[in-house]
Structure formats: structure tokens, C-alpha cells
């Protein structure tokens, strides 16, 4: 018995089924990629993209630079009166070893009274610059807290879905830090339309200065 006439060869039929086939799963996924990457596109032109400078809006608050000045002109203050306590206290230290002799009981108190006022000092010049730190965090986060009320309110407004933190400054090349926080930035690319960074200053600057505090933005 011949039995390569028993192996069944597919017909010539089943083969064109599997062409047929092929064709349709490669027809389907075409259609699907295509399908997706149009939703994808209708999605991305929904989200509504701005960006704003927010280091540029604090430095044109007109309240903001006025308290952080005051803050910088109360710690230079300070600072001075600082050293000049501390020259007083190396005076009198220079005085206690022309006035007494180290060792006796007279020295001992003397120098004991100065180590005291030292500490003391020392302690309360923490505490007053503590106190000057506080007071410039709690400044930015108070402005910070109504540059982002304002931000929202014009996103809201006009159906802005996400906003981006940039810096509108042209790189300085011949500047490390500069270069660095360019090429660091989240954002390579814009169109002028985007930054909102103008407006906010605006509206911010209205509300600081008390000039319409219950308007609203414009679309």
C-alpha cells in the first residue's frame, strides 16, 4: 500500500479560508488602532492645557514683595543689633580679665553673670529668628494659597483642565543654573494663548489692593 496517498494535503479551498481570515483579523486591527487614535485625539483636545509663571506672579504681588521686604529689613535689623550685643559681651569679658584676678571669688561671679547673659542671648536670638522664618513661610504660603483661589477660578471659568508651572525667562546659556532649569522645565513648547500668567496678576494685584475683591474673570 502506497500511504503517502493516506496524507490528507488541505484543499486548495481551506487555504484561501486562512488568506480570508488573516486579511479580516489585519482589516479589524487596522480599524481599532485608527478608532483608538481618533478617540485619543478627541480626549486630548478636550483637556484644555494653561501654564503660568508662578515665581514671576509672587515677585509682582504688590503686597507680597511690600511684607517680604519689611521681613528682610526686621532681620537686617535684628542682625545688627545681634552683633552689636555680642561686641558688648566680648567688652565686658575683656574687662573682667583687667579688673579681676582669675580665680578669686569676685572672677568667678563676674564670669559666671556673663556666661549667663551669653546663653541667654543665644537663646533668644534663636527664638527671634525662628520667629522672622515662620513669619516668611506663613507670607508665601498665604499668597501661594490666593494666587491658586485665582488660578482656579479662571480654570473653572473657562473649562481648563490642567495647569503647568514654567518659567517665561529666556535661558542665559553662559548660566549653569539657568540652563539647568530649562532643560529640567516640564514645558518645551507653548503658544502664547496658554499663559495665563498676565491675567493672574492682574486679578491677584486687584484683590491685594481691594479694587473689585468679589469680581470674577472674563472668559
Known amino acids: ?34 478608532t483608538a487614535l481618533i478617540n485619543l485625539s478627541s480626549v486630548s483636545a478636550q483637556q484644555k ?33 545681634s552683633m552689636q550685643a555680642q561686641q558688648s559681651l566680648m567688652q565686658s569679658a575683656k574687662m573682667l580679665e583687667e579688673n579681676f584676678t582669675p580665680g578669686t571669688a569676685d572672677f568667678k561671679r563676674e564670669e559666671t553673670a556673663l556666661a549667663q547673659q551669653a546663653a541667654k542671648m543665644e ?9 522672622l522664618m515662620q513669619r516668611e513661610a506663613q507670607l508665601h504660603y ?19 483642565k490642567l495647569v ?7 535661558i542665559d546659556p553662559s548660566n549653569p543654573r539657568s540652563v539647568m532649569q530649562k532643560v529640567n522645565g516640564a514645558v518645551i513648547y507653548y503658544i502664547p494663548q496658554n499663559d495665563i500668567t498676565d491675567l493672574v496678576i492682574a486679578r491677584v494685584n486687584q484683590i491685594a489692593t481691594g479694587q473689585n475683591p468679589g469680581g470674577t474673570f472674563q472668559k
Do not use: W
Not at 500511504?3 to 486548495?12: L, M, V
Open 1 to 34: 500500500m502506497d500511504f503517502r496517498n493516506r496524507i490528507e494535503y488541505p484543499s486548495r479551498q481551506q487555504g484561501v479560508l486562512k488568506v480570508k481570515t488573516k486579511r479580516r483579523i489585519a482589516t479589524f486591527l487596522t480599524i481599532f488602532t485608527v
Open 164 to 170: 503647568l508651572k514654567f518659567d517665561r525667562g529666556e
Open 49 to 81: 492645557v494653561a501654564i503660568v509663571d508662578i515665581p514671576l506672579i509672587f515677585k509682582s504681588h504688590v503686597n507680597f514683595e511690600q511684607q517680604l521686604n519689611a521681613l528682610k529689613t526686621e532681620a537686617e535689623r535684628f542682625k545688627a543689633e
Open 123 to 131: 537663646v533668644d536670638q534663636k527664638d527671634t529668628m525662628r520667629g
Open 142 to 160: 498665604q499668597t501661594y494659597r490666593a494666587i491658586k483661589e485665582v488660578i482656579q477660578q479662571y480654570c473653572e471659568r473657562n473649562e481648563i
